[in-house]
């Protein structure tokens, strides 16, 4: 996410905007695949623990807390989590995807808006740790809430007339630490009120339809 911007603008003046879309994807793909293969075991499931705990003569592991997938989906919290992560996604994505169209609107130049916008992967991780350790210490769903909040305070800054490169900076800082902190939230509300019993479940339909806005959100922000 920060070196994405960067590298996109080199590669578009360098080769055009078809060749660098192919490269940046051989380049994602082909690193993903590689940490996959490499890194990806699953190891720690509930069957796997099972049978670890038979071999070893150990007690079986303790059944989970929480709902059913059924009873979740039928849950109205669960469903407000899943429609919170269908609204914020519809206008993170869209952001994200026009980010750099949008700096240069505000009167810098193609080179300063990828440069601004690499900002946006830095303050997305500090988003996630700074998030995950605040949860760690305060309960109850202010920190969720002032997570899916954030994005109008940057968007609000971006509406300035003439803002500078100062102040769409911070704008684009505030957009991607609400990013990062929003898909802490979630996991965290997810556990909340659905609990560890259909976790994986009930993540991935959340997981899912961020997918699905990755599709509809940048057409929806272009329109």
């Not at 300063?112 to 305060?138: M, V, W």
């Amino acid at each position: 996410q920060s070196l994405t911007p960067i590298v996109a603008q080199h590669l578009i003046d360098g080769y055009g905007w078809r060749q660098a879309y192919q490269m940046l994807a051989l380049g994602w793909g082909g690193l993903v695949l590689v940490l996959l293969l490499l890194f990806f075991h699953d190891v720690g499931g509930t069957g796997a623990q099972a049978k670890l705990a038979r071999e070893s003569g150990g007690p079986p592991p303790a059944s989970l807390s929480g709902y059913t997938f059924r009873e979740a989906m039928r849950t109205r919290p669960i469903q407000r989590i899943w429609g919170a992560v269908a609204i914020g996604s519809i206008i993170s994505t869209g952001i994200a995807v026009h980010l750099v169209p949008i700096i240069v609107d505000t009167g810098l130049s193609r080179g300063q808006a990828a440069g601004i916008a690499g900002l946006a992967g830095l303050s997305a991780i500090a988003g996630k740790l700074l998030t995950g350790a605040l949860i760690d210490r305060f309960r109850g769903s202010l920190i969720p809430f002032a997570s899916f909040s954030l994005p109008a305070i940057g968007m609000a800054m971006l509406l300035l007339p003439a803002p500078g490169i100062w102040v769409t900076g911070l704008a684009v800082m505030i957009l991607g630490f609400a990013a990062g902190s929003t898909t802490q939230s979630q996991a965290y509300l997810i556990t909340r009120y659905a609990g560890l019993r259909s976790y994986g479940a009930v993540l991935g339909i959340a997981s899912s339809i961020i997918g699905l806005m990755l599709g509809f959100a940048p057409w929806f922000a272009g329109k």
